[in-house]
């Protein structure tokens, strides 16, 4: 700058005045009262922005924005702007990617118009809310199950101890579980028809006219014509067991774990009373879990070819069980199943027991029912995948509330998944839950004061007007991505960061992928799940044998003699474990007691390292944190979640502030555009950013999934570079050399290569500067100005704020020295003769 005659300070001094105390220079900047008019402006305004053309029509917000970017001199270059906002940034060849000037990616980065323009159909239901249901689904029967259960174990303590019918029907959940035992709607029943039923002829009667239930009904509770129960008690404990159990099948809920853990009690309480083979084969409940304990199908099984193999003499080989066929694998596998059957019996050829010996020996009937508690679910199983599929392609064609009430497919599969009986509900109070809005304390759906509802409201994309609209989620896509970005930065290797992605990605795709699969057939030719189930145990998925992976997946583990366990490799045995297989090939991914899969976590330690627990835990807690998102339907969900909680505030870096549950509730409350909102005073753009991170509205409730052309950790960005342009700009009025010493230290560590120096004029002028390189060097052969500056510049290094600060102490010595702004006390003076070369 040249002299007025006045005293100068130097630009090392000016430049100390600016970044001393920055924060306190950006108040006075942002308090400035036409900074604060356009930062209000644009703060309240660029949210409802949805085009290109709209943006760039109102000149405020435009101006503003290319301002903060550097781009100021080019506000009137709307052809070449209009190019770079429309730029696909995922596009290498894109016009934005092919300029040189990072400032103009830096800018098109800010903006998302490209998916704001982009309408897509609203779905009745999205992926990720259709995986919660399917899901949910395959856990309805034991929360099905559980909630009914209560009812179940009080009949089976009280029944016994009824003396008369009047005890019984002032009883309610005696009545309940007896009429809906025999089929019968308790709600609707009369009492004093049910009195009738049980003490007169009104069974016999309603039998005439072809209704069978009263006489079953009757028959349970064999009450005299005076309403006295026998003098040997209503029903022994056994029949009491039959009874909760035929509870539970009428709620078809006959695969639910309480309901087998009855079969099982039932079946220890009665094997010692078979006498025969017939006993066994006549009696439905033992027979069935005999059956079942081995995997074969009770119901697709001959009764009489059951009998056969159960009489059959082991030691002959022309038996019925030794001569049955081996030709196909399937057939082998059923001999098998049938063999073992036969040798946990001891009926002799004619089916009857010798003399003081029992049906089974005690060792044989624990191993039966544990077997039985093993495998009686893997029929529901099967049941359940088929029921997803199904379900998947009924509900594509659901547009409105009126569509989801008449597809029985769809109604009965979605009401089932949040624990919603299907044939008690009443579809009127469905259709008002499904109009709700489920995060609204005040909606329907909320006042009916039942969680299952506000699960089925949260399941589907309803609008009041019962059609179809955009999801109503707590985080979109891209903030829930970034939510997870965020969170791993506490890495410093970004190979680390990209490994933890990756395991996560393929772990949630191999999770998915399972949900379809039903087989082992399907298994090994799915290439997802057989890859990443390959790679988990450590083998190359291209070399493996397809014949040896079944036979490994189909032996059992417990037997010494089996395929994988005579094959003596750890990692073969690690597979078998990690899968539940029946005899049929039907398989499910085994779980452990908090319900992860083992291969998942196996896969975990083989790609990560078993010893790299942090990063271990990174991806199980990102892969948690995923799963966890989609099913959050209520600010009281997100805050009950402590996991999710923790996961967020640590990634948005307010892990150690203390936050009360009440402190997060008012910030993911604010007002972003407010800013005397709660977020806003804490003076901290953390806390905005984790408001700006999900999509509550002031009033807690979750605003439906709009995607905007800024999201609000943008425009903070857009609006604090705008505060540092202002600030480089004041400062170049005082001292050019500090302008560009303020930016260069603002842009440094986003440059990667050299050429970013020579494509920036305020980025040349500062190095040609510090390095004292003369005009000349402007107009010698870009790649050799290149070679220069890498031999002098340490690119790396240029996150380093140290080295960045040798840097720009050389520039304002330099500056100064060739402006002849200096003295010979100037302190940068004497930091250059210390660091001339330090940088390098």
């Known amino acids: 700058m040249p002299s007025n005659g006045a005293a100068m300070l130097s630009t090392f001094t000016t430049y100390q005045l600016y970044t001393r105390d920055q924060s306190r220079v950006l108040d006075r900047i942002a308090a400035d009262p036409t900074n604060k008019r356009l930062a209000d402006y644009y703060r309240e305004n660029i949210g409802n922005v949805t085009s290109i053309d709209e943006f760039m029509g109102d000149y405020k917000l435009y101006s503003y924005a290319m301002t903060a970017y550097g781009l100021e001199d080019q506000i009137d270059s709307r052809a070449l702007i209009k190019k770079v906002l429309e730029s696909d940034l995922t596009d290498t060849s894109s016009f934005a990617n092919q300029l040189s000037d990072e400032r103009y990616r830096d800018f098109a980065k800010a903006f998302n118009f490209t998916a704001a323009a982009t309408e897509t159909d609203p779905t009745a239901q999205s992926a990720a809310q259709q995986q919660v249901m399917v899901e949910s689904y395959s856990e309805h029967r034991v929360l099905a199950g559980q909630a009914i259960a209560a009812n179940a174990n009080y009949f089976m303590d009280k029944i016994g101890s009824v003396k008369t019918v009047d005890q019984f029907l002032s009883d309610s959940k005696l009545f309940t579980v007896a009429l809906e035992a025999a089929g019968i709607d308790a709600s609707v029943a009369s009492e004093s028809f049910i009195r009738e039923v049980l003490t007169g002829t009104k069974a016999d009667e309603m039998s ?473 005073k804490y003076d901290d753009d953390r806390y905005l950013e984790f408001a700006a991170a999900f999509n509550f509205d002031t009033d807690g409730t979750i605003e439906r999934d709009v995607t905007k052309v800024q999201t609000v950790s943008d425009m903070l960005s857009t609006q604090d570079l705008y505060l540092r342009q202002r600030m480089e700009e004041e400062a170049g009025d005082e001292n050019n050399g500090v302008r560009l010493a303020l930016y260069f230290k603002r842009t440094a560590a986003d440059i990667t290569n050299v050429y970013q120096f020579l494509a920036d004029d305020a980025l040349l002028e500062f190095v040609k500067t510090t390095l004292g390189l003369p005009d000349e060097f402007s107009s010698s052969d870009i790649d050799v100005q290149a070679r220069n500056l890498t031999k002098k510049i340490d690119v790396d290094q240029l996150s380093d704020s140290k080295y960045v600060e040798r840097m720009i102490n050389r520039f304002l010595a330099m500056y100064d020295i060739a402006n002849d702004t200096s003295s010979s006390t100037n302190p940068a003076l004497t930091i250059l003769s210390g660091t001339a070369a330090s940088y390098v």
């Not at 499904?434 to 299952?452: F, H, I, N, V």
């Not at 003699?561 to 899968?579: C, E, H, Q, R, V």
């Open 208 to 680: 005439k006219k072809g209704d069978d239930r009263y006489l079953l009904l009757a028959a349970m509770l064999p009450f005299g014509e005076d309403g006295r129960a026998p003098s040997d008690g209503l029903q022994s404990s056994s029949e009491a067991n039959s009874t909760a159990y035929l509870y539970y099948k009428q709620k078809g809920l006959e695969a639910s774990p309480q309901a087998a853990a009855l079969q099982a009690s039932y079946y220890e309480a009665e094997i010692g009373n078979v006498t025969s083979a017939d006993d066994l084969i006549e009696n439905p409940r033992l027979y069935e879990v005999a059956l079942t304990s081995v995997g074969l199908d009770p119901t697709v099984e001959s009764s009489a070819f059951v009998w056969n193999v159960l009489t059959s003499d082991l030691s002959d080989p022309t038996s019925v069980v030794n001569a049955m066929s081996e030709s196909t694998t399937t057939d082998k596998t059923r001999k098998e199943q049938y063999l073992q059957l036969a040798k946990m019996f001891q009926f002799q050829t004619d089916g009857s027991l010798a003399s003081g010996t029992s049906a089974q020996t005690a060792a044989n009937v624990t191993a039966l029912t544990d077997s039985y508690l093993e495998h009686y679910g893997d029929a529901a199983s099967s049941d359940d995948r088929l029921s997803a599929s199904l379900y998947a392609a009924n509900i594509q064609n659901v547009t409105s509330v009126t569509d989801f009430l008449a597809n029985s497919t769809v109604y009965d599969y979605a009401l089932k998944a949040v624990g919603l009986d299907p044939d008690t509900e009443s579809k009127s109070t469905i259709m008002r839950v499904l109009r709700s809005d489920p995060s609204d304390p005040t909606s329907y759906a909320a006042k009916l004061g039942d969680d299952r509802y506000i699960r089925l409201a949260a399941a589907f994309n309803f609008g009041s007007d019962g059609k179809v609209t955009d999801v109503r989620r707590v985080q979109t896509e891209t903030a829930q991505g970034d939510t997870i970005d965020r969170y791993l930065a506490q890495f410093d290797d970004d190979e680390d960061k990209a490994t933890v992605t990756t395991v996560v990605q393929d772990s949630q795709a191999f999770k998915s992928a399972m949900d379809s699969v039903s087989t082992i057939d399907e298994f090994l030719a799915d290439s997802t799940t057989f890859t990443y189930a390959m790679k988990a145990i450590g083998f190359n998925p291209d070399t493996q044998d397809a014949d040896t992976i079944r036979k490994v997946l189909t032996s059992d583990l417990s037997d010494p003699d089996s395929f994988a366990n005579k094959l003596g490799i750890d990692a073969y045995k690690t597979l078998a474990a990690a899968f539940d297989v029946d005899a049929y090939g039907n398989m499910t991914l085994a779980t452990d007691a908090n319900g992860e899969s083992s291969l998942v976590n196996t896969y975990f330690s083989k790609v990560l390292g078993s010893s790299n627990t942090e990063l271990v835990d990174a991806a199980k807690e990102i892969l948690a944190y995923n799963v966890a998102v989609p099913e959050i339907a209520t600010m009281d969900d997100l805050l009950s979640n402590s996991d999710l909680v923790d996961f967020a505030l640590k990634a948005f870096d307010l892990d150690g502030e203390k936050l009360s549950t009440a402190d997060i509730r008012a910030i993911l409350t604010s007002d972003l555009s407010d800013p005397d909102s709660v977020a806003a």
